[in-house]
């Protein structure tokens, strides 16, 4: 069975469901806080889980049972998530905000293939992701933090790559819009006119 962590891409885009088996991610990066995850499974799935020796608390049988209220839900999450599920309507619906993240992420991928080397991306083209664009400075790491110092001097955070990929990573997610985007690469071919 096909499994998905859709933590990253959730709500980002419309998803073929077909032969998807579970389905799950947290809300915090599109469509809410910390503390919810949304779980789509099918029911052939839930009847594998009948395992006893699957604690009830992390067993989704128990939950499907339940209607998701086991335990305590988390009420402010579910009502932030109601809030940007609003809001995401309201920008056209899943349709029209991956256009609008397939644009942002042509944008800053463009800033990267046209910088003559300066940047580097870590992944394939094929494989590239619309909502974390990871790369490096190719012709110089030690000058990545200081690309992540002088960025977040113009007040652009959380450029830092991943702990364990390294690097920069811009996480373009949902929230952030065309001109933020546009603001970023404006920066990145500023740095690479200094330290090139």
Same mark, same amino acid.
């Given at each position: 069975?096909?499994? $998905?962590?859709?933590?990253?891409?959730? *709500?980002?885009?419309?998803?073929?469901?077909?032969?998807?088996?579970? *389905?799950?991610?947290?809300?915090?990066?599109?469509?809410?806080?910390?503390? +919810?995850?949304?779980?789509?499974?099918?029911?052939?799935?839930?009847?594998?889980?009948?395992?006893?020796?699957?604690?009830?608390?992390? @067993?989704?049988?128990?939950?499907?049972?339940?209607?998701?209220?086991?335990?305590?839900?988390?009420?402010?999450?579910?009502?932030? *998530?109601?809030?940007?599920?609003?809001?995401? +309507? @309201?920008?056209?619906?899943?349709?029209? $905000?991956?256009?609008? @993240?397939?644009?942002?992420?042509?944008? +800053?991928?463009?800033?990267?293939?046209?910088? @003559?080397?300066?940047?580097?991306?870590?992944?394939?083209?094929?494989?590239?992701?619309?909502?974390?664009?990871? *790369?490096?400075?190719?012709?110089?790491?030690?000058?990545?933090? +200081?690309? $992540?110092?002088?960025?977040?001097?113009?007040?652009?955070?959380?450029?830092?790559?991943?702990?364990?990929?390294?690097?920069?990573?811009a996480s373009i997610y949902n929230a952030l819009n065309l001109d933020q985007v546009k603001t970023l690469c404006e920066f990145m071919k500023e740095f690479q006119g200094k330290y090139a």
């Open positions: 069975p096909l499994i $998905v962590d859709a933590s990253s891409d959730f *709500f980002s885009r419309k998803i073929d469901f077909s032969n998807i088996a579970l *389905f799950y991610g947290g809300v915090q990066k599109n469509a809410g806080i910390s503390g +919810l995850s949304c779980i789509f499974i099918r029911k052939d799935m839930l009847e594998r889980s009948k395992n006893k020796q699957i604690p009830s608390m992390l @067993n989704y049988l128990t939950h499907a049972e339940n209607q998701s209220l086991f335990n305590t839900p988390p009420t402010f999450a579910i009502y932030m *998530f109601n809030l940007e599920m609003d809001w995401l +309507l @309201n920008q056209g619906g899943l349709d029209k $905000v991956h256009e609008k @993240n397939s644009q942002k992420a042509a944008m +800053l991928y463009e800033c990267i293939d046209l910088s @003559n080397g300066f940047y580097k991306g870590h992944a394939d083209k094929k494989d590239r992701s619309l909502m974390n664009v990871s *790369f490096n400075i190719a012709k110089n790491k030690d000058l990545e933090p +200081l690309f $992540v110092k002088e960025a977040e001097e113009a007040g652009m955070i959380g450029l830092k790559g991943h702990r364990i990929l390294g690097g920069i990573r």
